[in-house]
């Protein structure tokens, strides 16, 4: 007996190296992958900074002749100049987070080759890299690509509010400049429409910012903010948007506040941009040893088993909300179907260290 047990600890053991040594070779393809990326994405910015460069000469050469050119030809010289620019940023984040992943995938091969190393199962060349085929790894590839559809979503607001709104004031104030002396009225209506647009733009900045931490989570609390934010939901969207409080009203800690918040808005996001619903309820129950949130809508619904065995911005949502509510101990349901509208309610757990009266 003792002889099988020691042989069946030996196989055990041998097959944890062979697939330490498999996931270390991943690591070399992985990192021979990210070094090409690496290089593409610096092609790439080296070339939208000259693209940069020659569309602001332009732009400063289209300054000099201001009061002859069509507005039109020189409002579509800034928006290309804003163009552009967006781009340029957008790749350099893009490199700027490849090169951080290259840094943390290096030191995680050198983790690996140092494993098998001291596990007797031979040198290994000391190369970066990432780990590959284990069972965390379908876990990290969804957080990357949840991190990557905010950023594409931060960037597309960015792009399509404030950024093309700036590139109108730009244009507006030298609208202004040019015809101060020489045209008084026409620089006043000019001056009236920058201060309309710059009213407009601020709004979509605090907009903006509560999207991205509503400050009055930290102040109020989960439950006023979460009424703020459907009522500006309802607001912006024209659709209605009921909320449902019960339980006793209180603060909990942070982590569970924005969590909560998080799947919430999340799922309102689902509901109008997915399902195109035309009306949404929320609910929310504050237990003494739990929360229940409970997000309901008319939507168009859909399969539920197909939509989480395929990869998609509102599947890889839902996953990540799942993942989120079960790090703290909570479950997540969801109940839909085609032409049926969608259910989800989530529970997180708490206790009395958690609220804070």
């Not at 020691?6 to 062979?18: A, K, V, Y």
């Not at 569309?55 to 000099?64: F, G, H, I, R």
């Not at 799922?267 to 619903?277: C, I, R, V, Y």
Request: charged share 25%; with cysteine; glycine share 6%.
């Amino acid at each position: 007996m003792l002889q099988q047990s020691s042989l069946g600890e030996d196989l055990s053991f041998q097959g944890f190296i062979e697939e330490a040594q498999k996931d270390y070779e991943q690591t070399q393809r992985d990192l021979k992958e990210i070094d090409i990326l690496i290089k593409q994405s610096t092609a790439e910015v080296e070339r939208l900074a000259q693209r940069n460069a020659q569309v602001s000469s332009y732009a400063k050469q289209l300054e000099t002749n201001f009061e002859t050119l069509p507005r039109q030809d020189i409002k579509e010289a800034y928006e290309a100049l804003n163009d552009v620019q967006v781009r340029l940023y957008t790749m350099r984040g893009q490199l700027e987070k490849l090169q951080s992943d290259q840094r943390n995938l290096e030191r995680l091969a050198e983790f690996q080759r140092r494993l098998v190393d001291m596990a007797g199962y031979g040198s290994l060349p000391s190369v970066g890299g990432r780990r590959g085929g284990t069972p965390e790894q379908p876990n990290v590839i969804r957080v990357i690509q949840t991190e990557e559809a905010v950023r594409q979503s931060l960037v597309r607001k960015m792009h399509d509010s404030v950024a093309s709104s700036i590139s109108n004031f730009i244009l507006q104030a030298e609208i202004c400049q040019r015809f101060f002396d020489v045209n008084p009225d026409r620089a006043r209506a000019e001056l009236n429409a920058l201060k309309n647009s710059a009213g407009t733009t601020f709004n979509h900045v605090k907009d903006f910012i509560f999207d991205l931490r509503p400050m009055m989570l930290d102040d109020l609390g989960v439950v006023p903010t979460l009424r703020r934010y459907v009522e500006s939901f309802q607001e912006k969207n024209g659709i209605p948007v009921p909320i449902t409080v019960t339980g006793v009203e209180r603060r909990l800690e942070s982590h569970i506040e924005v969590t909560i918040f998080r799947n919430v808005q999340e799922l309102l996001t689902n509901a109008l941009t997915h399902a195109q619903a035309s009306q949404i309820h929320v609910s929310l129950d504050l237990a003494p040893d739990h929360v229940t949130a409970v997000v309901e809508d008319n939507g168009s619904g859909f399969n539920v088993d197909d939509a989480l065995n395929h990869s998609s911005n509102r599947t890889i949502g839902l996953t990540t909300l799942r993942e989120r509510t079960e790090m703290l101990g909570g479950t997540l349901s969801i109940q839909s179907s085609v032409g049926q509208g969608t259910r989800v309610e989530f529970v997180i757990p708490i206790d009395d260290a958690e609220s804070i009266y």
